[in-house]
């Protein structure tokens, strides 16, 4: 059984910044095939998007829209990958799914958690 918890979201005043926390609780065998850590978006109305994404030897990589201004990272220890973003659009507004993909191709999400960029 694999559980992600996302957490962080809220809404945030343009040019504001925002840390998403994804938490994985898994057995040790899943946690250590665990391959691939990404954050993805959906706004309203349009498909789901790969923000950002990094893997097993922190090798990194982000949307050209949020290149310079997001930051993925992943804390081994906690069995945790956090998104940091900064200097936030309204653009940036979307219910944002972490998922955690395996070596064997298996992937989980987490719930989703609400981020919205509004003065």
């Known amino acids: 059984q694999v559980q992600l918890v996302e957490s962080g979201g809220g809404l945030v005043q343009p040019g504001g910044s925002l840390r998403l926390s994804c938490a994985a609780s898994?057995?040790?065998?899943?946690?250590?095939?665990?391959?691939?850590y990404r954050w993805y978006r959906q706004a309203p109305g349009k498909q789901r998007e790969l923000v950002a994404s990094?893997?097993?030897?922190?090798?990194?990589n982000y949307a050209d829209s949020v290149k310079g201004r997001f930051t993925i990272s992943r804390d081994r220890a906690k069995n945790t990958v956090y998104l940091q973003m900064n200097n936030l659009k309204p653009e940036d507004t979307a219910v944002y799914y972490c998922n955690i993909q395996t070596r064997f191709g298996v992937d989980y999400w987490g719930q989703g958690t609400q981020v919205t960029v509004s003065s």
């Open positions: 898994a057995s040790i065998f899943i946690i250590n095939t665990m391959d691939w």
């Open positions: 990094i893997n097993s030897i922190g090798s990194t």
